[in-house]
């Protein structure tokens, strides 16, 4: 059975997880990428737009996607989607001229505690509260490992943490997120993509929403600057991830390839032709164009009576 028919039979039957009569697991992948996150953004509004969340039995997040994650699991990803643009979360949260201050030029601490708290609410309870598992992804500072934060996640505290131990870029957004005594840092340094952690735990049929198009998968070799500079970060905060720095093309084309090579699995991608989004862009024409060419590309894979 292939993705859009198990989607099909799921929404005939309208079945809640926990109570399906197939023996399916459906997983929903959503890539992050820092700002690049604003595509798989829009591709959860138009998830959530056609009232597909129900259908799905776990959501998986990697980086900024376990933002989108969150959104689209609390019910509010449409509600937010301005936030990509509004330069009361924008100029606060990412701000390139922090570096100078040796401040973090990504204030994580400061977008999920302050901005998800005050100015765009979060709603927490409901992604606690849903019958859709939430799997934010991190990396283990000390093995370099990819971790599944779904038991640590237990009250609004530990999923504001994981929320922030998924994105916590190296460098640029400063020291790594503490959890039970070690250090973890951004997901895509050990999975670009969740689909191998999902694979291990049962998933069967897979939809990821990516924020690359298809002919960006080659990435650039750092620069001499960059290898000195975030050699010496990872030595000192997360020494278990230098080798997946290095060879972090390597783990992105692992990735690329579980996801071609499986039987049941549906990406959605930026059409070619689309704008890159570099990891710290925060115009504001720039975010909307994306996030709308994030929907379009959502509804026409998953809209316009495919279902």
Known sequence: MTVLELLRERRRQQSVPGQRNDDARLVLLVEGGSSRGVYSSGMTVAIERLGLLPLF???????????????????RADRSRHAWWDPAVMRTTINPRRAFSRRPVVDTLHLVHTIYTEVHPMGFQEILDSPVEFHPMTTDGLTGEAVDLHGYVR?????????????AM?????????????????????????VGTAISQGATHVIALRTR???????????????FVLSRWFARHAPGVVANWLRREEIRAKDEEL???????????????????????????????????????AVRHLGNGHL
Do not use: K
């Open 259 to 297: 996801l071609a090579t499986h039987p049941a699995c549906l990406q959605i991608r930026p059409p070619l032709g689309s704008a890159v989004i570099g990891r710290t862009e925060r115009r504001q024409r720039v975010m909307q164009d994306a996030l709308d060419v994030g929907v379009e590309a």
């Open 170 to 194: 190296p460098f640029l957004a400063g020291d790594p997120v503490t959890i039970d005594g070690r250090p973890y840092v951004d997901a895509g340094l050990s999975e670009t993509i969740p």
């Open 57 to 75: 039995d776990a959501v998986y997040g990697s980086s900024a996607g376990s933002l989108n994650a969150a959104w689209l699991l609390c019910g």
């Open 213 to 227: 198009r298809e002919d960006e998968f080659l990435g650039v070799p750092p620069s001499r600057g960059e290898r």
């Open 155 to 167: 009250d609004q505290l530990s999923l504001q943490t994981a929320l922030r131990a998924s994105t």
